[in-house]
């Protein structure tokens, strides 16, 4: 499975950008996919995860209200739309194929990983 995570950019805060994830083969169609993020000096952290379905979504604490995860079945695609952007949501974005047919926090829990797209808002 190849992951292509893309849509990162440089943004004012407040500011919004749409990040996408596309794959290749039925595992990615079949189980649950992630965002991840990590912050120079930081390790790195969950931020949304969606069902295989799309049914079922979660989001850290940090950026529920302002990101929305979904997929496009269709397409094989999982988009992170983030909106309100702050200069603390900077990081190297990463999106992953969990083991199962559900999203998780825990990193333990994915399995395929893309090479992550860098997001930076400026103050």
């Known amino acids: 499975v190849q992951l292509q995570a893309s849509g990162g950019g440089l943004v004012q805060a407040g500011g919004s950008l749409r990040l996408s994830c596309a794959a290749s083969?039925?595992?990615?169609?079949?189980?649950?996919v992630g965002w991840f993020r990590q912050a120079p000096g930081k390790e790195r952290e969950s931020v949304a995860g969606?069902?295989?379905?799309?049914?079922?979504?979660y989001y850290a604490d940090s950026v529920k209200g302002r990101f929305t995860i979904s997929r496009d079945i269709a397409k094989n695609r999982v988009y992170l739309q983030m909106n309100s952007l702050e200069p603390e949501d900077t990081a190297v974005y990463y999106c992953?194929?969990?083991?199962?047919?559900?999203?998780?926090?825990?990193?333990?829990?994915?399995?395929?990983w893309g090479q992550g797209t860098l997001v930076t808002v400026s103050s």
């Open positions: 969606i069902s295989w379905k799309g049914t079922s979504t």
């Open positions: 992953a194929v969990a083991r199962g047919p559900y999203g998780s926090s825990s990193e333990l829990q994915y399995q395929y």
């Open positions: 083969g039925r595992i990615f169609s079949n189980n649950g």
